[in-house]
């Protein structure tokens, strides 16, 4: 589905409102109220499968989906007034600069980073349009709607308030909120005049009661201890950080990593950088990967290919097979970094991201190369142990 033709006709997706609709009937497994309960997690599944969007939620970035060249920030509230004011941005990692700041710099800086990020997620998914798809949960049903997704405008940032705990300010746009203590920023969504679909739920009284009587008809398999069996996966997705691990505080070596071009011993190209694999990776999951030297394909984002192996002593670095593409694409695409410019922590910071998820597609190429997906994603520092997963 093309971007221009989700905003023709997303109206006419009945299968999208249905399934919201049934889900939400269930709501009385949450709460004793009247407002119906999706977890948000849900929805952007939905949303994608429904409307075949790509799936970005996992990858931390500004973008919960892609369409076509269109990025969707994907939104599940409750809706008071016709409106809500909602987190857009967490920037704790920053805080140590923020914390500096007061009144209309404060604000626009706030503005920068928060551009900062959306144009890195244009940039790795090469969308050039975006809008925020809006699942109001209301007394009763849900309203759905499509609202602008902006950039801060910050030449025409005016305050609103500031104090100790909180700043308030507008772009002429959009009216956001700063939580000084908890470093995010909030916008306000208003529900639009038009271009609104409505949902009415019904909840089921009794959806436990409901949901068991679905399993015994459908004579679930049971264990002995009369538990559903389960059945495990393979492991499909890896996170690697792209800082060292091997300190408590983190930090993007000066001579390795990201920085590799920067080491000594022989002359290297200005763009050649690795991606560490931490030994917890290489010891519990040593046959995620290709053989050392292997070649894989490696597909970015945006849909590139990269030519990739593992190499290194143990297998402890993941690189492209010519070694500046995949530095190419991570310093001069996404960090804009020139070069001879050392990467930071704070480069980092700057756009939230600081770990890749690799994804094994369980697939080959033409070649007969095997596939793998990289994404970028944050995982914070104090997690960088939880390094694998399950789809």
């Not at 892609?66 to 941005?89: C, D, H, P, R, Y």
């Not at 805080?95 to 928060?114: M, P, S, V, W, Y």
């Not at 008809?217 to 800082?243: E, G, H, Q, R, W």
């Not at 190499?311 to 991570?330: P, R, V």
């Amino acid at each position: 589905m093309g971007s221009n033709n989700f905003l023709t006709t997303w109206k006419d997706n009945v299968q999208y409102f249905a399934t919201l609709a049934a889900l939400a009937k269930f709501s009385k497994l949450f709460t004793a109220g009247s407002i119906p309960y999706l977890d948000y997690r849900i929805t952007e599944n939905i949303f994608c499968k429904y409307y075949e969007a790509h799936n970005q939620a996992r990858s931390c970035t500004a973008y919960d989906a892609t369409i076509s060249s269109m990025g969707v920030g994907i939104k599940t509230f409750i809706l008071k007034n016709n409106q809500s004011a909602e987190k857009i941005a967490e920037f704790n990692k920053l805080k140590n600069q923020l914390d500096l700041l007061t009144g209309i710099a404060l604000a626009q800086k706030l503005g920068q980073f928060r551009n900062d990020r959306i144009q890195v997620a244009d940039t790795l998914y090469g969308t050039s349009d975006r809008i925020y798809h809006i699942i109001g949960r209301a007394d009763g049903g849900l309203r759905i709607f499509n609202t602008t997704y902006d950039l801060v405008d910050v030449e025409k940032i005016k305050i609103i308030q500031d104090d100790s705990s909180s700043i308030f300010f507008h772009d002429g746009k959009n009216e956001y909120h700063f939580n000084r203590s908890k470093t995010v920023l909030i916008q306000k969504f208003i529900v639009p005049p038009n271009d609104i679909f409505d949902v009415c739920v019904d909840f089921i009284a009794d959806p436990l009661s409901f949901l068991l009587e679905i399993l015994r008809k459908t004579d679930i398999t049971m264990t002995s201890n009369n538990m559903p069996s389960v059945v495990t996966s393979n492991i499909d997705y890896i996170i690697l950080p792209l800082y060292s691990t091997r300190n408590r505080i983190p930090l993007v070596p000066e001579k390795s990593g990201l920085n590799q071009w920067n080491a000594g011993g022989r002359r290297r190209d200005p763009d050649e950088v690795y991606i560490p694999i931490p030994k917890k990776v290489r010891e519990t999951h040593p046959n995620f990967f290709p053989s050392r030297e292997e070649p894989f394909t490696l597909q970015l984002p945006n849909g590139r290919n990269l030519s990739a192996k593992i190499c290194q002593d143990d297998g402890k670095a993941l690189m492209s097979y010519h070694n500046a593409d995949l530095g190419q694409w991570i310093l001069r695409t996404i960090l804009q970094k020139n070069e001879g410019e050392l990467v930071t922590m704070d480069d980092l910071n700057r756009f939230g991201i600081d770990s890749v998820r690799i994804v094994n597609m369980h697939t080959e190429d033409d070649g007969g190369r095997r596939i793998y997906t990289i994404s970028f994603t944050a995982t914070g520092y104090e997690s960088y142990s939880e390094f694998i997963g399950e789809e």
